[in-house]
């Protein structure tokens, strides 16, 4: 089956993904991830990435779709795969189309923008190990303090309140517009995200039956 996840940063679609992941064994393919391994492995497309992001340019569409292409055509999803962060744009679902790339179920988690914006905001992150914490679901033992390696938690400038609010406004006018896309093709379903991570995957699992 290939599935791609939606929804806007923090409403949990990487724990999904990686529950998917298990249940069906395939791969969860994370656009980052995959732009990350190509520069490591100095693919051709990666190379290409590699000169926008040193000169501190977005990495264009068809670079994206590249490296997207060339990852779908791996053994590993013969039998399906799960798109994480891509498509991110109607452009980027048509170039998806174009290469014959046949999606099955498009899976859109709904989280209301004001939980996103609590969720991330608490969120913290160990400098030197990169442990997470939660300041209100998963605390440390002591304030500021790693509980692994008593390294100092810090807040990532991805979690700041604006950033996250920045972040939000791009997805709706950007990436939203992908759920009547998908609606128009039959092949989108709407999971209202849970405050439970098992209560929202009962949800997803149901969706792709």
């Avoid at 724990?15 to 995959?34: F, M, W, Y």
């Avoid at 498009?106 to 190990?129: L, N, T």
């Amino acid at each position: 089956m290939n599935i791609i996840l939606l929804g806007a940063p923090g409403a949990g679609k990487g724990t999904q993904a990686e529950k998917i992941c298990q249940k069906l064994d395939i791969p969860a393919i994370s656009t980052g991830n995959i732009i990350r391994e190509a520069l490591r492995s100095g693919t051709e497309m990666g190379l290409k990435a590699k000169s926008y992001m040193d000169e501190g340019k977005l990495v264009p569409d068809e670079v994206v779709i590249g490296i997207i292409k060339d990852r779908l055509a791996c053994d590993d999803c013969a039998n399906g795969f799960i798109l994480d962060g891509f498509p991110r744009t109607i452009p980027q679902a048509e170039a998806l189309d174009k290469m014959g790339v046949v999606i099955d179920r498009v899976i859109d988690i709904e989280v209301p923008d004001e939980k996103i914006a609590a969720r991330m905001s608490g969120r913290r992150v160990c400098a030197d190990c990169g442990a997470s914490y939660h300041l209100e679901h998963k605390k440390p033992k002591a304030d500021g303090v790693c509980d692994t390696c008593a390294g100092t938690l810090i807040q990532r400038k991805d979690d700041h309140p604006d950033t996250v609010l920045s972040r939000l406004d791009v997805y709706h006018k950007e990436t939203e517009p992908l759920k009547d896309y998908y609606k128009a093709q039959n092949k989108l379903w709407i999971i209202d995200g849970q405050d439970k991570v098992e209560d929202t995957t009962k949800l997803v699992f149901e969706a792709l039956e």
